[in-house]
């Protein structure tokens, strides 16, 4: 048996039947019972949703809600039964406290003419006097009415309240930060984790040499480096840019803190740390030490001249404790000499005055007795002359001085010289000076030298063709040098320190006071004397004597 639905059927004639109209009846109560059960389905999943939902006709009266909607605005139900328009619906929002301390029905009829407006406002915000906060959202319809949904954004808010706040704060930290860097008086630069320049300060920026624009943010750091390497600001990198690249790189990966110098174009002097920070980028910092490089250098000048002072210093010290000891020294041969000289004198004299007894009566000019005769006298006249030059050099008199044309007179002493007719002797005498001097204390200086040169020759193995003994003058800055230079065996380097010491000797004979009187004597004229010696080659000696009366020292005293 098939089952039909009901239906409405068309009538056959303009009067229906009982029946017809009973089965009418019957598919309109079919069709109730549908649209009910619908309704209901409908009421439900409205009732399910997790907001407030409330339809209003184009006459701004509430024709459909849901439960949450109820809840949220606290309306009774009973009123919306009865039906409620949205000025109502306002009034009651604002009996309830909704839009706070206003007047209520002034308010109401506000926002109800907003409503009623072309251009309903998309957005509003109900606070419950619970703390709560409902925004409602319309949706325009189709009749001329509108769809408005109740959502509870009180977490939501709350949370963009605290973001916010977060924010502010986040803000305000981040300008006291910023400001605190740019308030540091060193240079400063942050890179990210991927090396690229993040942040830079005022001083960094300050600092740039001149016409050296600062690199613009996001840039690596690499392409920082390069840049400054090849247009010349950084004076280290000349010469070898590539490897200083390579090893400023390297330091930037390190990023331990460690110090490094920098000097740019411009002369200055940088010290740069890098450390890298907890999120993986590096923070550097450049602080400008020309000051304490000056400084540095200032105080490494000083330290040079104050090593140079120790040593000029100790070196005067040496010397005046050398000149105390030689002093003392001549006070010991002046007392010596002037009892042995009184001592000597005599018996030298008994002696030679019996010698020349003894050889006018024996009357020989030939044989062992004559060769005999000759040493005794030889001897005796080298032991008057150390006499002589103990007295001279531990008795210093006062000189005299007086002007005298040095080349003739230095002539006239070689001249007068009994040289050795091994020894070649040249004269090269063209000052044209005329001298301040002792005539008698100088020719005893020259005499000592010439005699030390030709013993030179006659006491050393050295070969030479032709000994030779050169004699020159010369004017220089107001001063007569006068150079004895030979071609001899020189002076052996580990007695040179001490020639000029008293007493000391290399000879087979003499008491070692030939050269400390020659200095001796060019002291008092207040000159200076200087040697000049290689092995095998010779020695030259030079005495520097000043020509005005100004620069002599006049006389020493008598001990």
Not at 30 to 40: E, G, P, Y
Not at 538 to 545: A, E, S, V, Y
């Amino acid at each position: 048996m098939a089952i039909t639905r009901p239906g409405i059927g068309k009538a056959s004639s303009s009067h229906k039947s009982r029946g017809e109209l009973l089965q009418e009846v019957a598919q309109l109560e079919w069709r109730a019972a549908k649209l009910n059960q619908r309704s209901t389905l409908l009421q439900s999943a409205l009732d399910a949703m997790q907001d407030g939902l409330a339809v209003f006709d184009a006459n701004l009266q509430l024709v459909g809600w849901n439960r949450l909607f109820l809840e949220l605005v606290d309306l009774p139900t009973t009123t919306v039964e009865a039906g409620i328009s949205a000025l109502d619906l306002t009034r009651h929002y604002g009996r309830r406290g909704f839009y706070g301390a206003v007047d209520t029905e002034a308010h109401a009829r506000e926002i109800f003419e907003s409503l009623s407006a072309a251009h309903r406002p998309k957005r509003s915000q109900l606070q419950l006097p619970d703390g709560r906060t409902v925004e409602i959202r319309r949706s325009n319809l189709a009749d001329g009415g509108y769809l408005s949904v109740y959502s509870d954004i009180t977490d939501t808010t709350r949370i963009q309240q605290a973001l916010a706040e977060q924010t502010g704060r986040l803000e305000r930290v981040e300008g006291l930060l910023t400001n605190a860097i740019d308030s540091l008086p060193d240079g400063f630069q942050l890179f990210d984790s991927n090396d690229r320049l993040l942040l830079v300060n005022k001083a960094y920026l300050e600092n740039q040499p001149d016409g050296v624009a600062p690199a613009p943010l996001g840039v690596r750091f690499a392409d920082i480096l390069e840049e400054r390497v090849r247009s010349g600001v950084v004076l280290q990198a000349e010469g070898d840019p590539e490897g200083y690249i390579d090893d400023r790189l390297e330091a930037h990966r390190r990023a331990n803190g460690e110090p490094m110098e920098q000097q740019l174009s411009d002369g200055r002097w940088m010290e740069i740390r890098e450390q890298r920070t907890h999120v993986g980028g590096i923070v550097q910092f450049r602080r400008d030490i020309s000051a304490r490089k000056r400084t540095e250098e200032e105080l490494a000048r000083h330290r040079e001249r104050l090593e140079e002072l120790v040593e000029e210093r100790s070196r005067e010290l040496k010397e005046a404790q050398q000149e105390l000891v030689r002093s003392e020294r001549l006070a010991a041969i002046g007392q010596l000499t002037g009892t042995v000289s009184h001592e000597l004198r005599n018996p030298l004299g008994t002696i030679r005055s019996s010698f020349a007894i003894v050889g006018s009566h024996l009357q020989t000019t030939h044989g062992p007795v004559a060769r005999a005769l000759e040493r005794i006298e030889r001897n005796i006249d080298r032991c008057v002359t150390i006499i002589d030059e103990l007295l001279a050099y531990t008795r210093v008199r006062d000189i005299h001085l007086e002007a005298v044309a040095v080349d003739d007179w230095l002539t006239d002493q070689i001249v007068d010289e009994d040289v050795p007719h091994t020894i070649s002797v040249v004269l090269d005498c063209q000052s044209g000076a005329t001298l301040l001097m002792d005539r008698e204390r100088l020719r005893r200086a020259i005499l000592n030298l010439l005699q030390n040169a030709w013993q030179a020759f006659t006491e050393s193995e050295h070969e030479c063709a032709q000994p030779t003994v050169a004699i020159s003058t010369r004017l220089e800055d107001q001063y007569l040098t006068l150079s004895i230079a030979d071609n001899g065996p020189g002076i052996p380097e580990d007695i040179r320190e001490r020639i000029f010491d008293p007493l000391f000797s290399t000879k087979s004979f003499g008491v070692g006071l030939g050269l400390p009187l020659v200095r001796q004597i060019v002291d008092q004229h207040g000159g200076e004397i200087t040697v000049d010696t290689a092995l095998g080659e010779g020695t030259t000696i030079t005495l520097r004597l000043p020509l005005s009366r100004e620069q002599a020292p006049g006389s020493l005293a008598e001990d």
